[in-house]
C-alpha cells in the first residue's frame, strides 16, 4: 500500500471510530429526590440532550445544515480527487487550455442558492419559534452580578433572591463543582416561561444549553428569551461571556418541578419573603420527598386494599 492511501485509510478509520464513539441519548442521573441531572459529562462533543421545544428546534436546524455540509464537503472532495487522478501531469503533460463552461457556471451558481433558501426557511421559522413570548405561565427577572445571578419573581411580591456557587470545599454527594448554587431558580415543568434579562455592572450572558436559552444581560437594557421545560429536573448552566476576574464563579442551577409542587415552593417562598428572610435553601427537595412519600402511602394503600379484597373472594 502506498504511503499515501496508508494515511487516507487511516484517516478514514479514525473518523469512523469518532463517528462510533458520538454520544447517544443517555439516561440522565439522578439526585438524592429522583430528578434527572442534565449538566455536562466528560468528553461530550455534542448537544447536551434537549429538554424544551426550543432546544430540540436548534439540535435539528444544527444537524440538518451539518448534513447539507457534509453533502457539499463530499462533493467537492471527490471533485478534487477526480481532478488529481484524471488530470495529474504524468498523465496530461501539457495542460489544457479550457477555461469556462457555461453548464458549470450555471450550475455552481444556482445550487448554492438554493441551498441558503433551504436554509434559511427552517432557519427563519426557528427566529420566530424564539420570539413568540405569547401564552406565558410566569416571567421571571434575571439579574447578572459580578459576580452572581439575581432571580426575581414579580408575580410574587418579595420572592427576590441571589444565587451564589457552593464553594468546592462545601460541595456534598449529589452536587456538582462550579455548576451547584445555593440557591437554585425554582421553576415549573411544562409551562411557558418567560426570562426577563439584564445586568447590574457588565456584560454577562445567561446560558442553558439543554434548555436552548442564551441572552447577553446588558446593563440598561431588557433582553427576553422563553422555555418550556419538558420535564421536571436539574438543569445547568453558566455565564459564557467573559466577564471579568471570577467569571467561571456564575453557575446557574434551574430546578424544574411538577406545577403542584412549584405552587407550593411559591407560596412558602412568598411566607418567608414576608418576613424577610430568603426562600429556603434546598426547599423544593423537601416538596418532593414528601409528595413522593404520599404516592409511595396511596400505592401501599392501594395495594392492601386489592390484597384483602383478593383474600375475601379466596374465603368465600
Known amino acids: 500500500m502506498k504511503r499515501s492511501n496508508k494515511y487516507l485509510f487511516l484517516g478514514l478509520v479514525g473518523f469512523a471510530v469518532l463517528a462510533a464513539g458520538a454520544p447517544m441519548a443517555v439516561a ?31 439540535d435539528w436546524l444544527m444537524q440538518f445544515v451539518l448534513w447539507i455540509m457534509a453533502g457539499v464537503v463530499g462533493l467537492v472532495g471527490l471533485l478534487l480527487a477526480i481532478v488529481i487522478i484524471r488530470f495529474r501531469a504524468s498523465k496530461h503533460p501539457v495542460a489544457t487550455t479550457t477555461t469556462h463552461n457555461t453548464l458549470i457556471e450555471v450550475i455552481w451558481t444556482v445550487v448554492p442558492a438554493l441551498l441558503l433558501v433551504v436554509i434559511f426557511v427552517p432557519s ?13 405561565y410566569m416571567t421571571v427577572k434575571v439579574t447578572g ?39 437554585p431558580l425554582v421553576l415549573p415543568a411544562n409551562e411557558k416561561i418567560v426570562f426577563k434579562i439584564t445586568s447590574a455592572d457588565v456584560l454577562h450572558s445567561f446560558f442553558i444549553p439543554s434548555l436552548g436559552v442564551q441572552r447577553y444581560a446588558i446593563p440598561g ?9 419538558d ?24 430546578v424544574a418541578l411538577p406545577l403542584k409542587q412549584f405552587k407550593a415552593w411559591l407560596a412558602e417562598a412568598k411566607a418567608d419573603a414576608a418576613q424577610g428572610n430568603v426562600p429556603p ?7 418532593a420527598m414528601a409528595d413522593a412519600a404520599k404516592k409511595a402511602a396511596s400505592r401501599a394503600q392501594g395495594h392492601i ?3 384483602s379484597a383478593t383474600t375475601d373472594e379466596t374465603t368465600r
Open 281 to 287: 435553601v434546598r426547599k423544593y427537595e423537601v416538596l
Open 305 to 307: 386494599a386489592l390484597a
Open 145 to 183: 452580578h459580578q459576580w452572581y445571578w439575581e432571580y426575581d419573581y414579580p408575580a410574587a411580591k418579595g420572592v427576590d433572591f441571589t444565587s451564589y456557587p457552593i464553594p468546592d470545599n462545601q460541595i456534598k454527594p449529589g452536587q456538582i463543582a462550579r455548576l451547584s448554587a445555593d440557591h
Open 28 to 58: 440522565a442521573a439522578k439526585n438524592a429526590v429522583g430528578f434527572p441531572v442534565h449538566a455536562p459529562t466528560p468528553w461530550e462533543w455534542w448537544f447536551q440532550p434537549a429538554a424544551s421545544p426550543i432546544q430540540k428546534s436548534i
Open 221 to 229: 437594557q431588557y433582553w427576553h428569551q422563553w422555555t418550556k421545560i
Open 124 to 136: 427563519l421559522n426557528l427566529i420566530y419559534e424564539q420570539s413568540n413570548y405569547t401564552h406565558r
Open 231 to 254: 420535564a421536571p429536573g436539574i438543569y445547568y448552566g453558566e455565564c459564557n461571556q467573559i466577564c471579568g476576574m471570577n467569571h467561571d464563579n456564575m453557575p446557574i442551577e434551574i
